[in-house]
């Protein structure tokens, strides 16, 4: 079965960095689109960046140029690196699968605060 297992949240100070790693098991991870996703209390879900299976890759406006999304296919693995960091970039992160039937993680909270 598909699983996405998300990890590297946790506390950061303004101005910081954290790095998001999002393995996969249970389908051909090379053959899929992946993406980021966050949800701050009381807010919706928004995407955060994508990669193609062929690794174009897409940002929103809010994180371009601090945030860089990318794959491992060998390790089935998808990361988001993220740099100077802020304060509203708090929320869950959530790794999603694209494809026919979408699959998502667990979530992996970040929270920036000084």
């Known amino acids: 079965q598909v699983q996405l297992v998300e990890s590297g949240g946790g506390l950061a100070q303004p101005g910081g960095s954290l790095r998001l790693s999002c393995a996969a098991s249970?389908?051909?991870?090379?053959?899929?689109?992946m993406g980021w996703y966050r949800q701050a209390p009381g807010k919706q879900r928004d995407q955060v960046a994508g990669i193609t299976s062929g690794g174009s890759t897409n940002y929103a406006d809010s994180v371009k140029g601090r945030f860089t999304i990318s794959r491992d296919n060998a390790k089935s693995t998808v990361y988001l690196q993220m740099n100077s960091l802020k304060r509203k970039d708090t929320a869950v992160y959530y790794c999603?699968?694209?494809?026919?039937?979408?699959?998502w993680g667990q979530g992996t909270q970040v929270t920036v605060s000084s």
């Open positions: 249970g389908f051909t991870f090379s053959s899929y689109a």
């Open positions: 999603r699968k694209f494809g026919v039937a979408d699959y």
